[in-house]
């Protein structure tokens, strides 16, 4: 394509994840909001207040031979029909998330994107989340040691949207809706193929679907982690604990709160003086002395990685490889499906993730 054009964006569902695009796009450069399109009457009014010009229908938007990339930000259910249609009709694609409900859903959208030879990604927003980004660092270079637990959480007391989230047949409920970001965000925090996973999804809001979940998973090279998402906690338990063989971390919220705890190397072993725990004394439990530790605030972490946006008009121009892989998508809903099938045999399931 031509390196200084800019490319014409058009957001399909111009809710709330549609609107939020509207204002990514305005920051990025390369690429501008041509218009949208939603067959709610009050979410064109709302674009058109915006300055964005209004479609009548799908398919005006894909009969406009001036757009070059169509933003899919629906319900869950259509992704796949609405993603094939615009990839046939010339359009590079954006497809929220999740992008299907199935594995096998996302192989066809990709197979027509070979087909067209046409860009199709999806929007894993939250591999730029700066707590993630910290917790990546931190593993990486081992500054708690090697890794052997990690402990992954979002939890709210405000249940599940009242919309089609509640829907089983739009592909609702908190494992599609949350758990793709925990998810997608585990799987890039080790290089191990996963080797068991045992989950529990929790139904205690009444709706079909599920409104949580907690999932334990196991990698082949030691490591485990435990996702957790629920809707009806109100008092939250850490964003982020992760178990080191030198220390432990913690990140309480999105704020950045927590700290980082080591061992002191330059300090021999101190034995710990015993406390008293309830009616015992007990000196396992007793807190290390103060000069065997070191402690540490939290800090972030310098990105210097492309915007979502900024990858994709550099990657449209050659410069760039994908910043959100297929494959790697494929992944991540292969193991929900895995999920999926372990709280409902209620077992561990074994498989080469």
């Known amino acids: 394509m ?3 054009k800019t490319l014409q964006l058009v957001i399909v569902g111009f809710g709330g994840m549609g609107s ?7 920051q990025a450069e390369g690429i501008a909001v041509r218009g949208a399109y939603d067959p709610i009457e009050y ?19 894909l009969s406009d031979e001036e757009v070059d990339v169509v933003l899919i930000a629906t319900p869950n259910d259509v992704h796949k029909e609405l993603a094939i249609q615009a990839l046939q009709a010339g359009k590079h694609v ?14 066809e959208i990709t197979e027509a994107a070979e087909q067209a030879q046409r860009l199709f990604t999806v929007h894993q927003n939250r591999r730029w989340d700066e707590d993630f980004l910290i917790i990546k660092d931190l593993m990486s270079q081992k500054k708690v040691g090697d890794v052997f637990q990690v402990e992954s959480r979002v939890q709210g007391a405000n249940g599940i949207p009242g919309d089609w989230r509640q829907l089983k047949a739009y592909g609702g409920g908190m494992l599609l809706d949350w758990g793709v ?3 997608d965000q585990l799987l890039l925090l080790t290089d191990s193929k996963i080797e068991s996973v045992h989950a529990d999804l929790s139904y205690i809001l009444g709706t079909e679907v599920d409104d949580g979940f907690t999932a334990t998973i196991k990698f082949k090279d030691g490591l485990t982690a435990v ?3 629920g809707t009806t906690n109100y008092i939250k338990l850490p964003r982020w604990y992760v178990k080191g063989t030198e220390g432990t971390a913690v990140i309480y919220d999105w704020d ?12 021999e072993h101190v034995e710990p003086t015993p406390i008293q725990a309830g009616k015992g004394l007990t000196k396992t439990m007793a807190p290390p002395s103060e000069e065997s530790t070191i402690r540490r605030p939290i800090e972030k972490v310098e990105d210097l990685s492309d915007s979502f946006y900024a990858n994709l008009v550099s990657t449209l121009r050659g410069a760039s490889q994908q910043a959100v892989p297929n494959h ?6 292969t193991l929900i499906e895995t999920i999926f099938e372990s709280a409902e045999s209620n077992g561990v399931i074994i498989k080469d993730i």
């Open 2 to 4: 031509n390196s200084e």
């Open 20 to 26: 939020y695009h509207g204002q990514l796009v305005e």
């Open 43 to 61: 979410r064109m009014e709302l674009a058109s207040s915006r300055g964005f010009r209004t479609y009548e229908s799908f398919e005006a938007v």
């Open 94 to 107: 954006i497809c929220e998330k999740p992008v299907t409900v199935t594995g096998a859903e996302l192989l």
């Open 181 to 183: 970001h925990l998810l």
């Open 227 to 229: 996702i957790e998402v």
């Open 256 to 267: 950045l709160s927590g700290e980082i705890v080591t061992r002191n190397r330059e300090v």
């Open 328 to 333: 790697e998508v494929h992944r991540v809903l």
